[in-house]
């Protein structure tokens, strides 16, 4: 480009979104003067979702200011934990997050995913439609105009993810009180109940039952529930909630 140059402090957090050599502290950028702030943040591989203030020359400045030559543009990231006004908080997962759409599950999160692969449009369109927060690993999918708002998942470890999430948003947490399987909400049943959908081993092991109000899934304190229950009280001791 032949326009105008312009400096770039990009904050630490960033840095890992931008090419090696614009990964410096300071780094100059020539546009083609016509283009948004919004558009050469992205230009540099920055998802605007992973963005929070924009300071130009020091001054608070928005997506759509066009930078002129030799100023100054401070991106900084978003502040956590980051509150997402105009409507519930709720959240939607990519085919590549299901393991984390589970967890969240478990902790009682709203978290909407997809098995299979619907493509970037339809999950940006029903980002848009139910106004969830769309989660991913996908820069391309996240810089889609139609998605309502979105948060890049840093990490590919399942932990790691968890933590992120939680961290960013700050979500209520009402442990068990959701199906895994299909984020429908449970309620509380007896063997009498359910016990015709049972196996005989688990029909005269167990007494304590929750069913999905929306896919009829039944769940008791199997032998997995030591492990989730894990994952459980370390996400209540850190981001607060109450385990149920």
Known sequence: M???EIHFSLAPE?????????????TSVRTDGASSLGHVVESLGVPLTEVGRLLVDGRQATVSHVPRAGETVEVHAVVRPQHVPGAP?????D?????LARRLRLLGVD??????DIGDAALAARSAEQRRVLLSRDRGLLRRREIWAGAYVYSDR???QLRDVLGRFAP???PWTRCTACNGRLRDTDKEQV?????????????VFAECTECDRIYWRGAHHARLNTIVENAVSEFGGAAV
């Open 2 to 4: 032949n326009g105008p």
């Open 14 to 26: 960033l840095r890992l979104f931008a090419v090696p050599e614009r990964r410096r502290e300071r």
């Open 89 to 93: 908080l709720r959240f939607l997962l």
């Open 95 to 99: 085919v590549h997050l299901g393991t």
């Open 111 to 116: 978290a909407a995913y997809e098995s299979e």
């Open 158 to 160: 399942p932990d790691e």
């Open 172 to 174: 209520d947490l009402a």
């Open 195 to 207: 016990g015709d959908r049972l196996e005989h081993g688990t029909r005269s092991t167990y007494d």
